[in-house]
Structure formats: C-alpha cells, structure tokens
C-alpha cells in the first residue's frame, strides 16, 4: 500500500478515535474520582458506566484488551475494598 494512501487512512483513523478515547478517559477519570471520594453508591453506578465505556473501546479496537482488564480489575479491587469499609461502618 502507498505510505500516501496509509497516512491519510492514519488521519481518518485518528480522527475517528479521538472522541470515543476522550469520552472513555472522561468516564474512566469519573469513576476513579468516585472512588476516592468513599460513597459506595455513587462509584458502584460510575464504576459500571466506566466498565461497559472500556468494553465497548476494545470492540471498537480503540484499547487493547489487556490493557482494559488491567484497568477493570484495579477499578474492581477498589470497589470492592470500599464496599468492605462500608459495610463494616
């Protein structure tokens, strides 16, 4: 394939991209501010709106989807350790 033809397919790819990792890092940044902040409900609800954003970024080949599973099961372990607090509170 022509490197001219490759760097325009590059462009639209990135362009294409562009929003749909934004809105990922958006969400993702959401729920992790969520979690910091202690109030189970509200991160349990952020925390899932940020699983289903990072899953559907590796569908869209946007992720890798190891790179996802790591941030998932961080995301997870952080819920979890919240909702263990909250419970013994």
Known sequence: MPAKKS????????QRNRSAK?????????????LASGDADAAQTAVASAVRT???AVRKGILHKNN??????????????????????
């Open 7 to 14: 760097g325009r397919q590059a462009v639209k790819r990135a």
């Open 22 to 34: 934004t809105e990922t890092r958006t969400i993702v940044g959401r729920a992790n501010r969520s």
């Open 54 to 56: 990072l899953d559907r």
């Open 68 to 89: 996802v599973a790591r941030r998932k099961s961080r995301m997870m372990s952080k819920l979890s350790r919240l909702n263990q607090a909250a419970a013994e509170a």
